[in-house]
Nanobody, 126 residues
């Protein structure tokens, strides 16, 4: 399994921006689909976005569409989640996840991902 390390979380005011990074431990990361999930104590882990290994397919949760942008730099084994127009309800621990799934099916389902980062806290103040 590829090891993942997130960074870039923090405290920001409503309307602000943050960019999260997800670094993969080895070159094989370029063959994995990469997803972002988030979780609060009150909710189950929630799908945020996913980008396919070849960057051909990208999905977003309706709640972040138009505000968040997922991308990846396969040459450097790193993925990103650019978050603009942040709202207090975006506050959560954000996790990146990776899986080999060339058919790109059920990519919203956290149970399909075997590799997870440690999480990074995002707090949006009102």
């Amino acid at each position: 399994q590829v090891q993942l390390v997130e960074s870039g979380g923090g405290l920001v005011q409503a309307g602000g921006s943050l960019r999260l990074s997800c670094a993969g431990s080895k070159g094989a990361f370029r063959l994995y689909n990469m997803a972002w999930f988030r979780q609060t104590p009150e909710k189950e882990r929630e799908f945020v976005s996913v980008i396919s290994w070849d960057r051909e397919k990208i999905y977003y949760a309706d709640s972040v569409k138009g505000r968040f942008t997922v991308s990846r730099d396969s040459a450097n084994n790193v993925g990103y989640l650019q978050m603009n127009g942040l709202k207090p309800e975006d506050s959560a621990v954000y996790y990146c996840a990776a899986a080999v799934n060339p058919q790109f099916v059920n990519v919203h389902d956290a149970s399909g991902y075997r590799s997870w980062g440690q999480g990074t806290q995002v707090t949006v103040s009102s």
